[in-house]
């Protein structure tokens, strides 16, 4: 079975409709006028959690994504209809970054949560827009604005209360299988599982509104080297990232490792991973107590984890003694961590300054001026959806965008930048030569 924890995708949003540049024709109106409607706006690409799904396997063969577009603008004013939106699932814990910048986009972790990824372009506008005193009859309408285009690393960070860790066997999809209803694979061999299990734990009565669960997650057994990716660990460190609380289990029947070694080369690799993960609240577990040889190295495990400042625990899921008493305690040490980090986050909204963080956003007009081997790039939000909305094989509208840039300081700058007669003038996917198409 392959888990699919990661994808990458290719999501464009819809571009708005073309404006109309129609012209009133009725029989005894010889002189109608502009009548054309303007573009509808493309529809944007959302993604949205759904807890019914716990894998990204669908975007790995599925890898592009397209939102619809606008319909153009007609006659009588008529309005293009609006694109459609394009609203994608993922499974909570999703993480969402910009493959091209490496930046955050979205952390998918509320059931239901909404994210827009890409808007949609806007419509262009129709000719009436642009009639004025001294031009009756505009030819000129604007092209519809492209939809934005990205792509996106997926990743897959499972959600969970608290994370089962230890070296392969050590008797975590036993545990996991016994205080849950999950059924993950068991067999006596190295890296039984080769995806994270996760199992809902329910400590009280239902019945009687005195229950509290949390989800327990089982993580692929880590060994020496698992932060810098040896066997799975690289794979599957991320999941327990997100974990409040590690019940650290220790194999019990193994006699040829020291099980405090043991337990400090599993955290020796967590710390390697994140240091952030080696500072997460453990419970020290001895399994398989069932064996005489867990029971001999008991009193060594919990003398050790005393020194440590931990507790420890031993169980035996064959016979289920003391399974029910960690998790009790494991519910117990949830609450716990539960209320100091509400309590935290109280104490930080009250430190923090009644108007919030102060945002300076960059202008819409701030562009910036780029040299290529050709000519040279203008980039900039305004600028860029100038360009694309304007018809080049407009007359109207390429004057109308001259104005605009020059009112803007582009084509001053582009000036002083050095630009020469037959240069190669980009605005984002539109290109100008200068001396010919630029003024």
């Known amino acids: ?54 894998t990204l396997v669908d975007y790995h063969y599925r890898p ?17 209809a609006k694109g459609q939106d394009l609203f994608l699932k993922v499974p909570p814990g999703t993480v969402v970054r910009n493959e091209e910048t490496g930046e955050l986009v979205a952390d998918m972790t509320e059931p239901g949560q909404q994210v827009m990824v890409a808007r949609g372009g806007r419509g262009g506008l ?36 608290v994370g089962l860790v230890g070296y392969p066997n050590a008797g975590k999809s036993t545990l996991l299988s016994v205080v849950t209803a999950a059924t993950p694979r068991i067999a006596d061999y190295p890296f039984t599982t080769l995806v994270p299990n996760l199992g809902v734990v329910v400590i009280g009565d239902p019945t009687r509104s005195d229950d509290f669960s949390f989800v327990l997650a089982d993580i692929p057994g880590l060994i020496e080297g698992a932060a810098q990716g040896v066997g799975l660990g690289h794979e599957f460190l991320r999941h327990v990232e997100r974990t409040r609380l590690l019940l650290h289990l220790i194999d019990g029947g193994n006699t040829e490792r020291d099980p405090w070694e043991e337990f400090e080369a599993i955290n020796h ?6 240091a952030d993960l080696a500072e997460r609240p453990q419970i020290v577990v001895l399994t398989k107590m069932d064996l005489p040889e867990a029971r001999e190295r008991w009193e060594i495990v919990q003398r050790r984890a005393e020194e440590a400042g931990l507790v420890a625990m ?15 305690f494991t519910a117990q040490r949830l609450r716990e961590l539960q209320l100091e980090e509400a309590e935290r986050k109280i104490a930080e909204a009250a430190l923090a300054p009644a108007t919030g963080p102060v945002l300076r956003p960059e202008p819409e007009d701030a562009f910036t ?13 305004r600028v860029e959806r100038m360009a694309a909305m304007t018809n080049p094989d407009s007359t109207e509208g390429m004057e109308r965008l001259e104005k605009q840039l020059r009112k803007l300081g582009v084509l001053d700058a582009l000036e002083q930048s050095g ?19 630029m003024w």
């Open 64 to 80: 592009h994504h397209s939102a619809t577009s606008g319909g153009q603008g007609g006659g009588r004013q008529k309005h293009g």
């Open 314 to 328: 031993a169980i035996s899921s064959a016979t289920h003694e003391g399974t029910q008493e960690l998790m009790n």
């Open 126 to 161: 129709g000719n009436t827009h642009f009639k004025t005193s001294t031009n009756q009859a505009p030819h000129e309408a604007q092209l519809g604005e492209p939809g934005e285009e990205v792509t996106l690393l997926l990743e897959l960070k499972l959600i969970a209360d």
């Open 1 to 54: 079975m392959q888990f699919f924890d990661r994808a990458k995708i290719y999501i464009k949003a819809g571009s708005g409709g073309n404006g109309s540049a129609h012209f009133r024709r009725e029989k005894f109106v010889p002189m109608g006028g502009p009548d054309g409607g303007d573009g509808g706006r493309g529809g944007s690409v959302y993604f949205e959690t759904d807890s019914g799904m716990n």
């Open 419 to 437: 630009v020469e007669p037959g240069d190669v003038i980009h605005f984002g996917k539109m290109e100008m030569i200068w001396g010919e198409e």
């Open 269 to 274: 690799e967590l710390e390697e991973y994140s």
């Open 369 to 381: 001026i780029i040299s290529e081997p050709d000519g040279y790039r203008v980039r900039g939000k």
